[in-house]
């Protein structure tokens, strides 16, 4: 059961243009939800996260976009470099346990210059 | 300061082996963290330590699989009678108990199992 998914393995966007990442999530119970960044043989790192009360959160040039109705959020990276090529996971919080994170599979994001 | 440190980076083993993998979290987190991922799937969480508080083992796939963290820092995961299934990327994270959303990762420890 695929309580978070990142339906796109992967995408490709050139230097200067927006990268759009998505990400649905079936569990009601989840209120917080993170956007993570891992490079090759390294471990994730915290990107941006979102609580269930905002539909939106900026930070520099990244963007997360929550729609609750839709149980959907997404992250946009703009301009995008080509060194935010990384794998992009999705993760979600909620409930009695907020330390226990509930990742999707990831998408590959390859920024060409 | 230094970060999550994960040992060892490697491990190569034969099924039916007890195996043990240590995590150091970075000094002053109250909080750490085990995960798994395996071959093209994303983060799986396995066990959470808070404090003193009794760790949350709610993804722990099987009774081979346990736990525990010494003084309040140091975590080492173990895995008895290792399963060719049980080959994954371990990973090992930890936080301020406030941070919870912001998880500092170790590099992992790769684990296969032949």
């Known amino acids: 059961d695929q309580q978070v998914k990142q339906n796109s393995p992967s995408l490709s966007v050139q230097e200067g243009r927006i990268s759009i990442l998505n990400c649905d999530y079936t569990?009601?119970?989840?209120?917080?939800f993170l956007w993570y960044k891992k490079y090759p043989a390294e471990g994730p790192t915290f990107l941006i996260s979102i609580s269930s009360i905002k539909d939106k959160n900026e930070d520099g040039r990244f963007t997360v976009f929550l729609n609750k109705s839709a149980k959907h959020l997404s992250l946009h990276i703009v301009p995008s470099q080509p060194g935010d090529s990384a794998v992009y996971f999705c993760a979600a919080s909620g409930g009695t346990s907020y330390g226990k994170l509930t990742f999707g599979q990831g998408t590959i994001l390859t920024v060409h210059p | 300061g230094a970060g999550v440190s994960q040992s060892p980076s490697n491990k190569v083993t034969e099924k039916g082996k007890d195996v043990e993998l240590r995590c150091d979290p970075i000094?002053?987190?109250?909080?750490l963290y085990w995960y798994r991922q395996s071959l093209g799937q994303g983060l799986e969480f396995l066990i959470y330590?808070?404090?003193?508080?009794?760790?949350?083992k709610s993804g722990l796939p099987s009774d081979r699989f346990s736990a525990e963290r010494t003084g309040g820092s140091v975590s080492t995961l173990t895995i008895q009678r290792t399963q060719q299934e049980d080959s994954a990327v371990y990973l090992c994270?930890?936080?301020?108990?406030?941070?919870?959303?912001?998880?500092?990762f170790g590099p992992g420890t790769r684990l296969t199992v032949t």
């Open positions: 569990n009601s119970m989840f209120d917080y």
């Open positions: 994270a930890s936080s301020h108990r406030d941070g919870w959303y912001e998880q500092y």
């Open positions: 330590f808070q404090g003193n508080s009794a760790p949350d």
């Open positions: 000094s002053g987190h109250t909080a």
